[in-house]
């Protein structure tokens, strides 16, 4: 029961992000058209709505041109109140903008330190004008100080609207793209509160793409969260596992941020909190971060390692001499199974099909091959050419949905149709522990875009591609997708620890396991 | 010897092709027919039986030496047909439709063996040449000028890699409705970049995915509109490699998958996707993957087909300057276009 209730919450949470966003976009409007009212009467900035998009975009301009008009000294009640008002409405922006260009890129200690400097300046201004409001005498003051910042501020601005002007959004998927500008507020604040070394350093590695794959990103994450339990000092008269909760929480929002988390992680995590909450509470704080960190070590141990091993066993019974195996992309587990497989002395051979942009198959090619296997290397448009000759197709998958659907990186369900089309079995390789609740029919609803720009280059021809000049087009867009879903139809058969199961037995599978949790 | 100087003008042709001097199917099409031209002007011969040896010799010569090349043995197998038709109606014998009563009771002195030598012969051949190259360079404006009526408003496409066809075929659509285009990009030659780039131009909203996200985008698309580099006798394509993919993710959402063909891409051949040998040809693998990678390409294969066979089942409708037919005619096509007798030189 207990268990059920545990993922409902979770969904909420990243729902929660969602709607906080909007909402959060929504008052910044309110609050603009209010102060566009007041303004209006002095200034231009006569400007209808538009959508959000471009919305933001018009705040940066209008931003800048707010600045100018601002500096020349004024006296007046009327103007001070607004004054205080731009003030805030500015400083609310800069705060914005400095976030997002955050997000984009790590700033240095010297930039990062400036930037507290400025918003701190910027704070007091912001009181300093508040108190000094109905003394028309002392706002010369306010002004100089105004005057002050605002050439510090400029290149940091420049930079900004820089980054900010290029992004641009595939209709389609308008609700999976990643809103820096609001999201990045509460990143800040954690940047500078709780946000332990540890995930901030994962969690860069998750946005450059150091770390992939949902296994390897789990077991990282895994790891973090050990040296974050072991790590964590207990405030006076806060209780251990609460505290360990919140900062757990401000952590992964942090990395929500960086990069939405995979399934695996979430899993993890959830299994986490619940073990979280059944712990004892008499026990002193480092019995229970021995007890913590054991409970990491066994689901380790237990859902990750050892179920790729049983997965590898059921999969290499399936291998047979002479077999030519097809598969796609660079999954962990299915290396680890062609390899074991090699070593057991079966001989077959491996086709790795690959695409753009990340070329993973390129790693696998590249391990597979100094272990001796026979490989063949193909990109995704020749696969069927080279299907004709497979015997099996072995794929790996990022989770696997209640309804059957198989959740991969993107072009799994394209090697399946192929694979379907020359009647070939295809075996979905997958650890229990990313088997997930959520339903999913198509691959738009939920889903992850990667950096776009990789479509604007050509991989491996000399030649420049025509679009890496393009990006002030805006009629022109790539779209790159993370995943794609593939229906139970293609899918043969899914391998799991437990047994060979079809994909309708996903929620067999989760309800056992949330038994056996209870 | 003899031989030999005659065929420099196809064997230009072929070397100009293979070289890729000459890129576009259109161009091979009007250089085919040029040369046909002059050699019914300019040739050694008397009567229609020596022309059509003059031309087969030259369909052999392009059959020897590109296999794959179906456009100019095309121009010039319906060229074959006009010299039949030509010369029947010279000669005042046109056989009226060939019923099997007539195919039964035809005296073998009846059957026309193309010998006689008529005056007015080259004159008529000519003109029908002229009028035939006419056709040829207006087929892509007729075959864009349906475009809005097979698009509708706010319509997702998806196109594959870059056809002149398609890409006609779009932006005269664009004219009169607004929809958007999704192309995919076509690695490892990226053919779709620029395809998208040329019609972003033109102000269609474009879209461009990577090889791999064809299935997942396929559930929006309304509509797959492609070109192809031959249509097989059985309506099959021989198609861009990746194609066979985009049709089955269409096929398997129901997705009409339209294809835009010249009339000299009805090619009178039949083959099937389990040959792939004699179907397909590999290009250089530098592309998929380059020579940098150093010692590794010294224990691996790697693949890189030009073609992929997309079975006729998978296709929706084949639309030629005649307008649209599906591909069960296709057959119908070809009888009309070429010769019973010259479908196998």
């Not at chain 1, 099909?353 to 696998?364: A, F, H, N, Y």
Request: hydrophobic share 35%.
């Amino acid at each position: 029961m207990d268990k059920k209730k545990e993922p409902l919450k979770k969904e909420k949470v990243a729902e929660d992000g969602l709607t906080k966003k909007e909402r959060r976009a929504l008052k910044v409007q309110v609050k603009k058209t209010e102060i566009q009212n007041v303004i209006q009467v002095n200034e231009t900035i006569v400007e209808n709505k538009p959508n959000p998009e471009k919305e933001k975009q018009k705040q940066n301009v209008s931003h800048k041109t707010n600045d100018t008009p601002n500096d020349p000294p004024v006296s007046g009640k009327l103007l001070s109140d607004k004054e205080l008002r731009k003030l805030e409405w500015e400083k609310k922006l800069t705060d914005q903008k400095t976030k997002e260009l955050e997000s984009v890129k790590a700033l240095s200690k010297a930039e990062l330190k400036a930037k507290r400097r400025e918003q701190q300046e910027s704070q007091r201004s912001a009181k300093t004008s508040s108190k000094v409001e109905p003394t028309p005498t002392k706002t010369p003051s306010v002004n100089i100080k105004q005057s002050k910042t605002e050439p510090k501020k400029s290149p940091v601005q420049k930079q900004i609207i820089r980054k900010t002007i290029p992004i641009q959004r595939v209709q389609l998927v308008q609700h999976l793209y990643i809103d820096n500008s609001s999201e990045s507020n509460d990143k800040n604040s954690i940047l500078h509160n709780k946000v332990h070394p540890a995930f901030v350093r994962l969690g860069t590695q998750y946005s450059n793409k150091n770390v992939l794959g949902s296994n390897a990103r789990c077991l990282a994450l895994l790891a973090a969260l050990k040296q974050l339990v072991d790590n964590l000092q207990t405030p006076p008269k806060q209780e251990f596992c609460r505290y360990l909760e919140t900062v757990l929480k401000s952590c992964t929002n942090y990395l929500q941020n960086c990069r939405p988390l995979a399934v695996s992680m979430i899993n993890a995590l959830r299994n986490f909190n619940l073990q979280l909450t059944q712990i004892d509470t008499n026990l002193n704080d480092n019995e229970k971060r021995i007890k913590l960190q054991d409970v990491i070590d066994i689901y380790i141990n237990d859902d990750i390692r050892k179920a790729g091993e049983a997965i590898s066993m059921r999969v290499r019974e399936k291998i047979s001499d002479g077999d030519v195996i097809l598969t796609y992309g660079c999954s962990s587990l299915i290396r680890k199974i062609l390899l074991e497989a090699h070593k057991d002395e079966k001989k077959f051979e491996v086709i790795i099909v690959d695409s753009r942009p990340l070329l993973e198959g390129k790693e696998m090619l590249r391990r597979l091959v100094v272990a001796g296997i026979k490989c063949s290397y193909v990109l995704i448009n020749a696969l069927s050419y080279v299907m004709n000759s497979v015997t099996k197709v072995i794929l790996g998958a990022h989770a696997l949905l209640t309804n059957g659907y198989v959740m991969s990186r993107i072009g799994t369900a394209q090697v399946a149709l192929l694979a379907r089309a020359y009647n070939k079995p295809v075996l979905v390789c997958c650890e229990t522990y990313k088997f997930s609740e959520r339903v999913q029919t198509d691959s738009f609803v939920y889903n992850e875009i990667g950096d776009a720009d990789l479509l604007r280059t050509t991989h491996t021809s000399e030649t420049e591609s025509p679009l890496s000049k393009t990006k002030d087009m805006n009629k022109l867009m790539p779209l790159n997708l993370l995943y794609d879903v593939t229906p139970p139809d293609l899918v043969t058969a899914v391998v799991t620890e437990i047994a060979i199961l079809p994909c309708t037995s996903v929620p067999v599978v989760l309800r056992i396991h949330a038994d056996e949790s209870t | 010897m003899h031989d030999k100087e005659n065929l420099s003008d196809v064997s230009k042709l072929v070397s100009d092709i293979k070289h890729k001097n000459i890129l576009s199917s259109l161009d091979i099409a009007l250089r085919s027919e040029d040369l046909l031209k002059e050699l019914i002007s300019q040739g050694q011969w008397k009567s229609a039986r020596e022309l059509m040896n003059l031309v087969k010799i030259r369909i052999q010569y392009i059959k020897e030496n590109l296999p794959h090349e179906a456009t100019a043995a095309n121009v010039m197998r319906h060229v074959l047909k006009v010299i039949r038709e030509e010369y029947e109606c010279e000669s005042k014998r046109k056989v009226e439709g060939q019923s099997l009563h007539q195919l039964v009771t035809a005296h073998p002195a009846d059957v026309l063996d193309y010998s006689e030598s008529l005056i007015n012969l080259k004159t008529s051949l000519i003109d029908h040449l002229t009028e035939y190259k006419v056709e040829l360079e207006s087929s892509g404006e007729n075959i864009a000028a349906q475009a809005s009526e097979h698009i509708h408003m706010d319509e997702i496409i998806l196109t594959v890699g870059k056809s002149d066809t398609v890409e006609k075929f779009l932006k005269s659509a664009a004219k009169v409705r607004a929809f958007k285009v999704v192309v995919v990009e076509a690695a490892p030659l990226y053919y779709g970049h620029k395809m998208a780039v040329s019609l972003a131009k033109s102000n269609i909203q474009t879209t461009v995915i990577s090889d791999a996200a064809v299935f997942a985008m396929m559930s929006r698309v309304n509509k797959v509109i492609i070109g192809t580099h031959t249509v097989l006798a059985n309506g099959g394509l021989r198609a861009a490699s990746g194609i066979h993919a985009v049709a089955l993710a269409a096929k398997h959402y129901s997705v009409p998958v339209m294809v835009l063909s010249h009339m000299y891409k009805f090619t009178p051949l039949y083959v099937g996707s389990h040959n792939q040998e004699a179907f397909n040809i590999c290009a250089s693998p530098a592309n998929v993957i380059p020579y940098s990678a150093g010692k590794i390409l010294n224990s691996i294969q790697v693949f890189n087909p030009v073609f992929d066979y997309v079975p006729p089942e998978l296709v929706t409708l084949l639309i030629s300057h005649q307008g649209g037919n599906a591909p069960s005619y296709v057959y119908r096509l070809l009888s009309e276009l070429y010769h019973q007798d010259d479908y196998d030189i």
